[in-house]
């Protein structure tokens, strides 16, 4: 972590460094954040009910992530803020409270559970990629990466794939809710996949399924301490979990796209040499990670870089600047396979509260691109990119044109 001379006394100016609400193109941001890594690591910005701080180089979000006792996910996760109705755990609770639910989740992302799922995530992949390649164009973010989610989420949480397909629709506009700051929306849309979550619930008491099979029955048995799960708290956790995961793949996939679109030789490398793919998703979740709102809370009255956050103040962990930091990815604004740090990304987050979904993720995404490769000889942009708004980073729209593989 940054640390000023022994003599100097910490900033405490709350100047306004930049602004998180900034129009971006597909490269401003990143440019953006390497300039900010050097200028302004350690940045304070007035928007969003009376500002927050934000870090951008990696040795600073790492150091938070890995500071429990002096940061808490607890109180703000996020920034804007936008957890107006209840607490929702894991991700609102620290250790060991989080613990519990996070033994059983984390039950379900294991090896045998994810080749398990494998077959019918590539199904999914085949049945939406497979109109927009023969149709010669089509944009991979509306109609893939938007609806390829909700067709896995229905696979994994044993749900009717009409009503996974709802609970991205109204993930969708949350979200465009929260990034315009619209609190009266936030609750209203927040409220209602808080009823789903229940409908799902009280299905399960209904017509139990195997613990072992099924992650809500498995919250629904779960112990902490000797005793049930609370009820409350047991909603929460699948309000989350049916949202969380929505989201991040539905603004990350196109921009694999984008980038394969601009280096042709990538694409025919990987095309024919497939096994390469994995390797090449590590890759892109590093340079174009979508997380950069997510938050802890100081604890106390804290310093980092020469700056002196307050206790109760909120911190964004940039991990979409984080991933390019030149001091732990040196040329980290370009594409190199094999890095030897890679490791230490951040894609997924970062200590007890890294995401518990990365198998399935990493799953999703390589497939997307295992078919899509192999049922293309080529594809370019075809139109005008279109980005998400803070917190996440990435496409929105990405329409592209296809030549099919011979």
Same mark, same amino acid.
């Given at each position: ?14 100047? +306004? ?28 910005? #007035?928007?969003? #009910? ?12 790492? +150091? ?65 990629? @497979? ?16 609806? !390829? ?19 991205? @629709? ?11 700051? #619209? ?39 779960? @112990? ?14 699948? $309000? ?16 694999? !796209?984008? +980038? ?63 991933? $390019? ?19 230490? +990304? ?55 044109? !296809?030549?099919?593989?011979?």
């Amino acid at each position: 972590m940054t640390a000023p001379h022994q003599d100097a006394a910490p900033d405490r100016e709350l100047t +306004h460094d930049f602004d998180p609400r900034a129009p971006e193109a597909f490269t401003s941001a990143h440019a953006l954040y390497k300039e900010m890594r050097t200028s302004c690591p350690v940045a304070h910005s #007035d928007t969003y #009910d009376g500002g927050f701080w934000a870090l951008f180089r990696h040795e600073d979000v790492k +150091h938070v992530l890995e500071s429990r006792d002096v940061f808490t996910t607890s109180v703000q996760n996020t920034v804007p803020k936008f957890a107006f109705t209840g607490r929702r755990p894991p991700l609102h609770f620290d250790p060991p409270e989080h613990t519990a639910y996070r033994k059983v989740i984390n039950r379900f992302f294991t090896r045998e559970k994810m080749a398990a799922i494998e077959p019918r995530v590539r199904q999914y992949a085949v049945q939406l990629l @497979e109109p927009l390649v023969e149709a010669g164009e089509g944009d991979v973010s509306v109609d893939y990466a938007q609806k !390829f989610p909700a067709h896995v989420f229905a696979a994994f949480f044993n749900l009717p794939t009409e009503l996974s397909a709802l609970i991205k @629709e109204i993930s969708a506009e949350y979200v465009a809710a929260i990034q315009i700051v #619209d609190t009266e929306n936030v609750v209203r849309l927040s409220r209602r996949l808080y009823e789903i979550a229940q409908a799902v619930i009280d299905e399960r008491a209904g017509s139990p399924m195997d613990p072992r099979d099924d992650l809500t029955s498995a919250l629904m048995e779960a @112990e902490y301490e000797g005793r049930p799960l609370p009820a409350d708290m047991i909603l929460g956790c699948v $309000r989350q979990l049916l949202v969380t995961g929505m989201v991040a793949p539905s603004v990350f996939i196109g921009n694999m !796209f984008v +980038h394969l679109a601009g280096d042709p030789e990538l694409a025919d490398l990987l095309r024919a040499r497939p096994e390469r793919i994995p390797a090449a998703v590590e890759e892109f979740l590093r340079l174009y990670g979508p997380y950069r709102g997510m938050a802890r809370t100081a604890r106390q009255d804290v310093e980092i870089g020469g700056r002196l956050i307050k206790a109760g103040e909120p911190i964004a962990l940039v991990y979409t600047s984080a991933n $390019r930091d030149e001091r732990v990815f040196p040329d980290g604004e370009t594409f190199r396979f094999d890095r030897p740090n890679l490791a230490r +990304h951040l894609a997924f987050g970062g200590g007890v509260h890294t995401c518990p979904g990365a198998p399935l993720a990493r799953m999703m995404l390589i497939t997307t691109l295992e078919e899509a490769l192999a049922r293309t000889a080529s594809f370019e942009l075809g139109g005008e990119i279109m980005m998400a708004r803070w917190a996440e980073w990435g496409t929105n729209s990405v329409p592209l044109r !296809f030549t099919p593989a011979a």
